[in-house]
């Protein structure tokens, strides 16, 4: 019985992650630090606050992490903004829950993540990855999709152009350049979360689901 933390939980995938985790029968609890209340679970532990969560809590003792955290530097406001939570806040959550004692980590990384890249985005992708891969994790899966689908309630000007072109091309489309279901991306972490192999494994956009 996997006791697990979910960081992320309000996110497209990381809603998708509570609701499965939840429902799982291999999964005792679950913690989902957020800054505005879940709806209550039995099996859930919803810390809430909109200050840094104490490094000391009970609730990190965990045996798995999922990590969706992520924004964009158009929502975060500038590009140090972002990487403050692309990079800063995920490698604390990371190091925290390690120096507890937990066992797994699932990322959700991106496509093209690379610490070399000249694009922002990629490049923090690629630097947290190695970072991740420097703390000494039992069982470490970096899951790298593609345009994530599902529904989000607001969609930015670039996500809708985006979906509307993998509606049209998609069917033709080699399955690593689909896209990927928010739903698929979360049974893909939720699963390393929970029963990951040992050592450090990166799947790729056309290997989820």
């Not at 699963?191 to 990166?202: F, H, K, T, W």
Request: net charge positive.
């Amino acid at each position: 019985m996997t006791r697990l933390l979910i960081a992320g939980a309000t996110g497209l995938v990381g809603g998708h992650v509570l609701s499965q985790a939840l429902a799982d029968p291999r999964v005792a609890s679950v913690v989902a630090p957020t800054r505005k209340a879940l709806a209550k679970h039995p099996k859930l532990t919803n810390p809430v606050s909109s200050m840094p969560f104490s490094a000391d809590a009970e609730w990190w003792n965990v045996d798995g992490v999922v990590c969706t955290l992520g924004t964009t530097r158009a929502d975060a406001g500038s590009a140090a903004a972002f990487r403050a939570v692309d990079l800063d806040l995920q490698l604390k959550v990371a190091r925290q829950a390690r120096k507890h004692g937990a066992q797994r980590f699932a990322l959700t990384s991106s496509m093209g993540a690379d610490p070399k890249s000249r694009f922002l985005y990629l490049r923090t992708k690629g630097e947290l990855e190695a970072a991740l891969s420097g703390l000494g994790w039992p069982s470490l899966t970096i899951v790298r999709p593609g345009a994530i689908l599902g529904d989000r309630g607001t969609m930015r000007l670039g996500e809708r152009l985006a979906a509307g072109a993998l509606s049209l091309f998609g069917p033709i489309l080699p399955k690593a350049y689909r896209g990927n279901p928010a739903a698929e991306i979360a049974r893909t972490l939720l699963e390393a979360a929970v029963d990951g192999p040992p050592g450090q494994r990166i799947i790729k956009a056309g290997e989820i689901g």
